[in-house]
């Protein structure tokens, strides 16, 4: 099937004026804003331009609720697929195709409206292919919040008339860290798909547990490791991965702020779940050995700061500082290599990632004193690459409906990666509570 020159321009125009498009006009993958190519039975038929701004695309998307996809870029990477190329299957073509093909509808509950609720079911109910049905809260008044919000979904005080409907195909669990095993238990055993805040547990063993229960009942379980999905973390990776920071030296981070304080769990248990995931997933590995340093300034039960040391394979020492009693909201990662070194602050819009062509240089002249070669610093150029800003949040619950459509387990975010965060975790509180004692996992 091909198109004539006015059957373009008139696809074009019902796009850009946000109307219908007819069967045929049907499968649609952007590439660029500009690229479009039309799919009839699986095979690309025809590559043609369209001037169509990012605001357009986005109006699309808010317009075609029932088929557009809007957590992923313009869409298709560019020479994916040309000519008669298949798409490989219906499900990957759904994930990577600007228009859905006859994808179901996802309904989801809610569990915890405090924080991140809320945040939960805004994603959710504007992706594509999900609706929010329940939010649960013990909390009248912040059902009360959310009804406000988002009057179609229904509430409760009690979670279990979520998991006791047979109409949710997934939960997601935002409620207290003491509570995320018990309630992801429950929602597995009740059949139910779940996506749980992080830490999945307070104890590395139920991490475990959690997953060979997930794995029995063929559900999907997934930790919210949010900053895996962060693009800017994700170009971190790349710059690693590829060599170009050449072999690594050592790597830092910090996460402080003033507030918000918990009840529940330390700054460390608060604050350093997202460390401890970004850097395992930047190298790949977990550390070998760990010691930290607490200190509680506010109270007599938790600690409000903490400082810890990772010993990563391949000789990388890693240093975490987090707490919620600093004057200013740090989020900062810097990495150093042999070659090159990278620094992340996602609080900067400009540029979240910078790339320091800076290395240190052995020379051939000795010092006499010490018998040490020299050391000269190498300075070049510092690069801001172009990286997406799309929230991460929503890339998390994209990830996991994608996940979910195809039953496939999250190897981002699994129930494996969470016992690898959780088991690193009580190393450093054990640490901590012998004041600094080395640790080995």
Request: charged fraction near 25%; charge should be neutral.
């Amino acid at each position: 099937m091909k198109l004539s020159d006015n059957e373009k321009r008139d696809a074009t125009k019902l796009i850009q004026e946000g109307k219908p498009l007819p069967e045929k006009y049907r499968f649609l993958l952007f590439d660029d804003d500009r690229e479009v190519e039309l799919v009839w039975n699986g095979k690309i038929q025809e590559v043609y331009n369209l001037v169509l701004p990012f605001q357009t695309i986005e109006h699309i998307a808010r317009l075609s609720r029932n088929s557009w996809i809007p957590g992923f870029p313009p869409c298709l990477p560019a020479g994916r697929f040309r000519g008669n190329d298949k798409i490989p299957s219906k499900k990957r073509f759904c994930k990577w195709a600007g228009f859905l093909y006859n994808a179901p509808m996802i309904s989801l509950g809610v569990i915890g409206c405090g924080h991140w609720g809320p945040n939960h079911v805004r994603v959710f109910s504007q992706l594509t292919g999900s609706r929010v049905v329940w939010c649960a809260d013990p909390d009248e008044k912040r059902l009360a919040f959310v009804h406000t919000l988002f009057p179609a979904v229904e509430t409760a005080t009690d979670h279990t008339r979520i998991l006791k409907d047979p109409g949710v195909d997934a939960v997601v669990i935002a409620a207290p860290t003491d509570l995320h095993f018990k309630l992801t238990k429950e929602a597995l055993e009740a059949g139910k798909h779940v996506l749980c805040e992080k830490p999945l547990s307070l104890d590395p063993g139920e991490c475990l547990r959690l997953g060979d229960l997930a794995r029995r009942q063929g559900k999907v379980l997934m930790v919210g490791h949010i900053f895996v999905f962060n693009r800017g973390i994700v170009k971190m990776r790349e710059y690693i991965h590829s060599g170009e920071l050449g072999a690594l030296h050592y790597a830092h981070s910090e996460r402080t702020n003033l507030g918000p304080f918990r009840y529940d769990v330390n700054a460390l248990w608060d604050l350093a779940p997202h460390d401890i995931a970004i850097f395992n997933y930047l190298f790949d590995s977990c550390p070998l050995s760990v010691s930290a340093r607490g200190h509680k300034c506010l109270g007599k039960a938790l600690e409000d700061l903490a400082f810890a040391t990772l010993d990563y394979p391949n000789d990388v020492m890693v240093n975490i500082h987090v707490s919620w009693l600093d004057p200013k909201k740090v989020r900062q990662i810097t990495i150093v290599g042999a070659k090159k070194m990278v620094s992340w602050d996602d609080l900067d819009n400009d540029g979240p990632i910078k790339l320091y062509d800076k290395h240190v240089e052995k020379t051939s002249v000795y010092y006499e004193t010490y018998g040490e070669f020299q050391l000269l610093s190498r300075e070049g150029s510092v690069t801001i690459p172009k990286i997406g800003f799309d929230e991460p949040l929503k890339d998390q619950a994209q990830y996991f409906m994608d996940c979910v459509a195809e039953n496939v387990p999250p190897v981002l975010a699994d129930a494996q990666r969470a016992y690898d965060v959780v088991r690193t975790l009580c190393a450093i509180q054990e640490s901590m509570d012998r004041k600094g004692e080395l640790v080995k996992l």
